[in-house]
């Protein structure tokens, strides 16, 4: 069975993200596990420069959201209900990525606002962890498990339950 363990992390600005970004690879995730979300209204010039490693860069109209800058493994979710020209939500894309409803929708309603999303795939719990630490110390706000990040690694703050976030108030 293939099990989608993720962790999920919002960002209020474009310098926290690419801290984040850089952090993460530095301790040794690779960029290829990495996925981003932003709105094309940030200055994306930099952004493109630091996140060159990520795979399947590009841009997205989406609906109620216009376009967005997409990178990562979520390019090809976003991008097939893009291409089937489906009037999707972001959320029923992240629901299909793995985040519960209610987080999806917590995080499409703060990407209208502007925030920025990443998401990581982790393969441990010790991963897990070290994420959730790396996004904390760069600034990262709504930090979350997919439900088998919870389940599989239950020393993940939340574990078991599915309500909320996991970060700091």
Known sequence: MNHHTAVWALFDERSSLERALEALNFNG?????????LPTDHETSDYKKSS??????????LPGLGALVAAG???AALGAAGAAGMEKEI????????????????YESLLREGRMLLSLNVYNQEAAMKAKDLLESCAA???????ETLNFFPSFPGAPALEGSFSQA
Do not use: H, R, W
């Open 29 to 37: 995730f690779s960029y290829s596990d990495i996925s981003v979300i």
């Open 52 to 61: 060159a490693m990520l795979i399947g860069a590009g841009a997205l109209p």
């Open 73 to 75: 493994p979520i390019m």
């Open 91 to 106: 959320s029923k894309s992240l629901v299909e990525l793995g985040l519960p409803e209610n987080q999806a929708c917590l």
């Open 141 to 147: 706000s709504e930090i979350t498990g997919t439900p």
